[in-house]
């Protein structure tokens, strides 16, 4: 089928190519609102004529609304919104270009032109620019990966004898300056019951580099301590058959060698010496490193690798997932250069698995209920309720957003809300990227309410020494609460002087301008996810081109249009439930039927008993479910939706801050906390450890990961709650610490999970907002947010000592 279009009598007319069943696989891919779309007529028929009146997804209900009237050519510069559910990208600015009144402009006079060569002179050694600097990168780390093979841990079993009896381990190298030493064995935890100053002491283990000389004669004429004592905590014999064991590590730092003995002796021997208070032998699986990372230089390349990560997304130099993919493979090159290139199980056993299931599950889930229509019917209601007033939509809206966000995930709750969020914008001809960064804002915030609501909360409040300590659903809740009510206040505060004029959340064009740019781009964007290398798929492209033609002539005709008056409300409101309702009511009942189940049973993830699935698990077995319920045969169209650059971006920045942790990047971030602690007087301790950690916490998660963060955090706050010479409560830091790491998300794009799958479905739908957009949202309120915590914080526990 070879499709024709013509301009002057706007009819269709086709050639007598056969649509075959190739094409027609290809076009069922496609969105619903492009697939049936008139200039696409022909493949529905076929379809329609060669598998009978039935739609690629469930079908409609009523009377195929979508094909009554000629669906009017120009109503794509009229209707409200257009339901998207492919992959775009939304680069507004540069469909600027297609301005008609610049394309009728054809007197520009010399210097204009010379300007305009000029700019493209400049851009385009930019670009070379950037390929050099890139390929010196990729240089890089493809030497760094090829130089050096995996690091395999070289294991050994040792017992260690009772009661204080020491046990040497040979060290093979004696000229080294600093060796790391990994231990697993039954060793005391944080969390565990006992405390340090129990009445009955704790069993230890010992561990120190022995340095021995040598004479000639093989005689041990000296033997000195080459590093300081490390000492670790074990548990009681009885409890070592039931204790799972524990991976400790530590880089000893050795002395210089005495340069007097060294003068008397023919040679050195490094040594491990192991001592034991346990009444009976302890096992040990010991691991020696003699090239352990030197961790000063460690922070200063991981430093480095984040703030080129940074550079890329904040300038777009690179795709945002594309960026994440070189830093995360430029920091597992430096751990091979530094001879610590973890193994390809080690890197995949970074990756967590849980979040991607999670997001994997929900974003099926989201895209087959949005084949209902039912993100266009909530719309169309909210803007009813509402009657039209913007700053209302926007509060009943982040409202129910951060509540949502409190006892769900708000990973789940923005995948929900985003798509409704976009209609309801269309609907209102306001521009959704404000929109959105104040409802991921409010969600991150609500998320904070609870121990479910964000993963740094759940960190915290599953460890079981916290949870010992009297911190349990009901009180993580009760002394959160204030302070998020206090946060909220201030936020939409912050918001309504950001957002003061009503013209900055609204398009700078007409609605029906920028709906026609957002069509193009749209229809782009469908045409360049089809390859050229069937026959099939090159036909749809073409005939996807064709109309994005005819859209750039309506583009041009409406740019020279007279503006007509705005119909009133009641009018707009009578159109939009007139054009948009229920489309699908026997798959929306069946996707309600999925979406109870995925609900309900992560309401019952809050209670710890009934705690058996967990979310990625619970967001698969949904997903698959309502799959049967709807009796979807063609899964290449639902896998279409789904945001693989979101997923893999996650993927990448997983890698890319486990690498940096291994640099040493989060302990020296939690050393500097816990130094600064421990420098201050006794009296003004407590004051100092909130904000320290509240703050520490909330900047610290703004720019990376809040998960690692939380987990060298965690064990920071307990460690200073168990100091018996610091005297300091646990509850205050602990509260200091869940507002600091949710509330500091709200810093960047990637502080947040939320923030980055918000991005990522508003890419989808043909809306793009860039790092530095957010960031000059975002990171105002984020340190409104804290400033206000810190506040509730002093006042509650430092002044009036609730805990």
């Known amino acids: 089928m070879a499709y024709n279009y013509n301009n002057s009598s706007e009819d269709y007319s086709y050639e007598d190519d056969e649509v075959t069943e190739g094409a027609l696989q290809v076009w069922r891919t496609l969105p619903e609102r492009i697939r049936q779309d008139p200039s696409l007529a022909s493949f529905r028929q076929e379809h329609e004529r060669l598998h009978g009146d039935v739609d690629p997804l469930p079908a409609e209900d009523g009377d195929g609304r979508i094909e009554n009237g000629h669906h009017e050519e120009t109503a794509m510069a009229t209707h409200a919104f257009t339901q998207i559910g492919i992959n775009v990208t939304n680069e507004a600015g540069q469909v600027r270009v297609l301005d008609g009144r610049d394309l009728e402009n054809n007197n520009e006079d010399q210097h204009d032109e010379a300007e305009t060569h000029g700019k493209s002179l400049i851009r385009k050694y930019l670009i070379w620019f950037k390929i050099a600097v890139l390929l010196v990168v990729w240089c890089v780390f493809t030497a760094f990966l090829m130089s050096n093979n995996e690091h395999v841990d070289q294991l050994s079993l040792i017992s260690v004898p009772r009661n204080s009896s020491p046990r040497v381990f040979p060290i093979a190298t004696s000229d080294l300056q600093r060796i790391g030493l990994g231990l697993r064995g039954p060793f005391r935890l944080q969390e565990n019951e006992l405390a340090i100053n129990d009445s009955v002491p704790l069993p230890v283990l010992q561990v120190v580099v022995m340095r021995s000389y040598f004479d000639a004669e093989g005689m041990e004429i000296y033997i000195e301590n080459a590093t300081q004592l490390w000492q670790l905590d074990v548990v009681y014999p009885h409890l070592i058959d039931a204790t799972k064991d524990t991976k400790k590590q530590r880089t000893f730092e050795l002395s210089p060698i005495d340069p007097l003995w060294l003068a008397q002796a023919n040679r ?329 189940f995925v609900i309900s049973l992560f309401f019952l993830h809050s209670v710890p008993e009934l705690q058996r699935l967990s979310l990625g698990w619970t967001a698969l077995l949904g997903a698959i479910f309502l799959i049967i319920l709807a009796d979807i045969e063609d899964m290449e169209a639902i896998l279409a939706r789904v945001e693989w650059s979101t997923l893999l971006f996650f993927a990448a920045l997983f890698i890319l801050m486990e690498a940096l942790t291994e640099l040493g990047l989060i302990e020296w971030i939690g050393n500097m906390t816990e130094h600064i602690i421990l420098s201050v007087g006794e009296d003004q301790r407590l004051m100092v450890a909130i904000l320290i950690i509240l703050w520490v916490s909330a900047v610290a998660s703004a720019f990376v990961d809040n998960i690692p963060l939380t987990t060298m955090m965690v064990k920071i706050t307990i460690s200073l709650a168990q100091n018996s010479t610091l005297n300091l409560p646990l509850q205050p830091l602990v509260w200091a610490l869940a507002l600091g790491a949710c509330l500091g998300g709200n810093g960047t794009l990637i502080g947040a999970s939320a923030n980055v799958v918000c991005a990522g479905v508003a890419e989808q739908h043909g809306y793009k907002f860039t790092f530095l957009q957010f960031f000059k949202v975002g990171f105002p309120i984020m340190i409104g947010s804290i400033i206000v915590t810190t506040g509730y914080l002093l006042v509650s526990h430092s002044l009036f000592a609730w805990h």
């Open 268 to 596: 050195t021997e490094l040594s491990f010496e192991f001592t034991s208070t346990i009444d009976g032998e302890l096992p040990l699986q010991l691991n020696v490193d003699e090239c352990p990372i030197y961790k000063r230089d460690g922070v200063i390349y991981a430093a480095a690798v984040l703030c080129g990560l940074y550079i890329m997304i904040i300038w777009e130099i690179v795709n945002r997932t594309f960026a994440a993919i070189i830093a995360s493979t430029l920091s597992v090159g430096i751990l091979a250069a530094l001879n610590s290139r973890p193994s390809m199980a080690t890197i995949m056993g970074w990756i967590d698995v849980e979040t991607l299931l999670l997001l994997f599950g929900m974003m099926i889930l989201v895209a087959i209920l949005s084949e209902t229509g039912v993100f266009d019917y909530l719309a169309v209601y909210a803007y009813k309720i509402t009657n039209g007033h913007v700053w209302p939509l926007i509060n009943c809206l982040c409202l129910f957003t951060a509540v949502l966000s409190s006892f769900l995930d708000n990973v789940t709750t923005v995948l929900l809300m985003t798509p409704v969020t976009i209609r309801l914008c269309e609907v209102m001809s306001l521009n959704p990227v404000p929109i959105l960064m104040c409802m991921v804002i409010y969600s991150n915030i609500g998320g904070a309410l609870t121990p479910v609501g964000d993963p740094p909360n759940v960190i915290i409040a599953s460890n079981s020494y916290i949870s010992k300590n009297g911190v349990n659903f009901a009180v993580f809740t009760l002394h959160m609460l204030p302070g998020v009510l206090l946060v909220m206040v201030q936020t939409y505060i912050q918001l309504r002087f950001k957002f003061r004029n009503i013209s900055d959340l609204q398009f700078k064009d007409s609605p029906e301008v920028e709906e026609l740019r957002h069509e193009i781009h749209v229809w782009k964007r469908a045409a360049a996810s089809l390859s050229a290398y069937s026959k099939d798929e090159e036909l749809v492209r073409q005939t996807l081109m064709k109309k994005v033609n005819r859209l750039k002539r309506s583009l041009k005709k409406r740019m020279t249009a007279v503006i007509e008056p705005a119909p009133n409300y009641q009018q707009t409101l009578a159109n939009l439930q007139a054009k948009y309702p229920i489309r699908n009511k026997q798959l929306l009942i069946k996707c309600s039927a999925a979406l109870i």
